[in-house]
């Protein structure tokens, strides 16, 4: 089995930074692409920024120049760096991975359990 754990939601007014954090877990062979989606309720999960295991990145355009994705292969890790947040910026946001397990053939996607980033004006 494989876990996404995320960490560092929360509450800040508008103008403000959040990082979030996300560590992948378990029989993995391999981590893949990695990134952070987000949710609003009654709308579509959309993207946010991915970053490839060789650290190509691609971004939303709502986020360009405001948020970077970052990760440590060697620890599994995808990090978003949340600068300038706006309130449109509210959302539900997920990790997620494309794992390799250990025995398997072909990589499989994850999902973090989803965390909570409120943007007040």
């Known amino acids: 089995q494989v876990q996404l754990v995320e960490s560092g939601g929360g509450s800040v007014q508008a103008g403000g930074s959040l990082r979030l954090s996300c560590t992948a877990s378990?029989?993995?062979?391999?981590?893949?692409?990695m990134g952070w989606r987000r949710q609003v309720s009654g709308k579509q999960r959309e993207l946010v920024a991915a970053?490839?295991?060789?650290?190509?990145?691609n971004y939303a355009d709502s986020v360009k120049g405001r948020f970077t994705i970052s990760r440590d292969n060697s620890k599994n890790t995808v990090w978003l760096q949340m600068n300038s947040l706006k309130p449109e910026d509210t959302a539900v946001y997920y990790c997620?991975?494309?794992?390799?397990?250990?025995?398997?053939?072909?990589?499989?996607?994850?999902w973090g359990q989803g965390t909570q980033v409120t943007v007040s004006s």
């Open positions: 378990g029989n993995i062979f391999r981590v893949n692409n």
């Open positions: 970053i490839t295991s060789g650290g190509g990145t």
């Open positions: 997620n991975a494309d794992v390799l397990r250990l025995g398997s053939v072909s990589p499989d996607e994850y």
